[in-house]
């Protein structure tokens, strides 16, 4: 009994079969080069994206966890501060996991300028130890910090001052009810517009010395909320359970719990990862069928006379199988060394969707994308490209071990 051609000659036959019809074979090969190349860029994008929204929120404001009084946050009242405010900071300077932190005087309150009044949230922070935790100071666009000469400084968003037609000298009134539950008034100077990546966030706050709202405020210092700045965001929570456990009339949150958005965040980040590489690889699939099936199709009789020679029908299976490995590898290899010099690229100088910026900003994205793609991803997008491929080519290479090599000789 004939034991028909090894493995070399299967793959040198295969190889022939993928360049005898060689526009088809190219056309197959450049899809999936296109395919796999859009879909792992698309796949950065959408991770580049998700990972800057977190961080920005994270850095700029959010911090990897918080303190408040428990009902502040769904009050806002001035008269919901911490208590044990100094044993709070006692604590947190020993605490090897505390990277920095930042006490905050806050406060909800209009805005009352010449031209209209607006509500907003008035933000006492303490400049030395506020630019040490977070990187808000870094969206001055114009004017100064609140580290500035002029008394009683006050820095707004630019579509609050472009609202209230105000600009850096200009003065605002301030109104808000003090820790004793009564209506208080101050004269604020401008030194400084920020411009963060939200627009409503710029519309609603308002950013002052900590100092001179407590002034205000109360006669004694009053801290509505502590930002922390740990040595990673894993320690979040047992940093959290720990302040939890060691102080009372406390409510320590992670920035999981303080913003359900960017947990959410995290998990679609990951459903849109496997979404669209299985888009693309579904579109990949019904490419490869087609293509396999009519090579299948016009070589019906040469099949057949190789099955009557002695190729064995588990040999006629896997010459197929191996086609469609070879062209699938051939275009996975170079999409994938295409999309990584794409990501690379733009990683560095980042993808300016400018004409998206100003839709972008009201839900608070950044028009400029950096994309962001894990070696644990690329193996990933990997690994479903070749068994998608592997799926793909059953059909057809089933269906030519199923052929009657007398009738596929009649039929030629």
Avoid: C
């Avoid at 030395?128 to 968003?157: C, K, Q, R």
């Avoid at 900003?361 to 793609?373: E, F, K, N, R, S």
Wanted: no cysteine.
């Amino acid at each position: 009994m004939q034991r028909g051609p090894d493995m070399k000659t299967l793959f040198t036959i295969s190889w022939r079969n993928i360049w005898r019809h060689p526009a088809r074979s190219s056309v197959l090969i450049v899809a999936i080069v296109a395919g796999l190349w859009a879909g792992v860029v698309a796949v950065g994008l959408v991770n580049g994206l998700m990972l800057q929204r977190i961080d920005y929120l994270i850095e700029s404001e959010v911090t990897h966890a918080q303190i408040h009084h428990p009902e502040f946050l769904a009050e806002g009242y001035s008269w919901l501060y911490i208590p044990e405010h100094e044993e709070i900071k006692e604590w947190l300077e020993n605490d090897d996991r505390v990277k920095s932190f930042s006490f905050r005087t806050i406060t909800d309150g209009m805005l009352q300028s010449p031209v209209k009044t607006s509500g907003v949230r008035i933000r006492g922070v303490d400049i030395a130890s506020e630019v040490n935790t977070t990187t808000f100071h870094e969206n001055i666009i114009d004017g100064e910090y609140l580290d500035s000469d002029m008394p009683n400084p006050v820095i707004m968003g630019k579509s609050l001052a472009d609202d209230h037609n105000m600009e850096i000298g200009n003065r605002v009134v301030l109104t808000f009810e003090d820790t004793n539950n009564e209506l208080t008034s101050g004269s604020f100077n401008i030194v400084g517009i920020f411009q963060s990546a939200s627009v409503t966030y710029d519309e609603q706050n308002v950013f002052v010395r900590s100092d001179d709202l407590i002034e205000q405020l109360s006669e004694y210092p009053v801290y509505h909320e502590v930002g922390m700045m740990l040595d990673h965001e894993d320690v979040a929570a047992p940093v959290v359970a720990d302040l939890n456990s060691n102080f009372s009339g406390i409510e320590a949150q992670t920035w999981r719990q303080l913003s359900p958005e960017l947990s959410m965040l995290v998990e679609l980040g990951g459903f849109m990862v496997v979404l669209i590489t299985m888009i693309i690889m579904i579109a990949l699939a019904f490419g490869i069928l087609n293509t396999m099936l009519m090579a299948l199709f016009e070589r019906m009789r040469e099949i057949g006379m190789l099955m009557s020679i002695g190729m064995s029908r588990l040999r006629v299976f896997s010459m197929i199988m191996l086609e469609s490995i070879i062209l699938t590898i051939t275009g996975a290899a170079a999409g994938m060394v295409l999309a990584l010099l794409s990501i690379n690229y733009f990683s560095n100088t980042g993808l300016n969707l400018e004409m998206f910026a100003e839709g972008a900003a009201q839900v608070g994205w950044d028009h400029i994308i950096y994309p962001v793609l894990t070696p644990t991803e690329y193996v990933t997008i990997l690994i479903v490209v070749v068994l998608i491929t592997l799926v793909a080519s059953m059909y057809p290479a089933l269906k030519g071990i199923r052929i009657n090599p007398l009738e596929a000789a009649k039929d030629a």
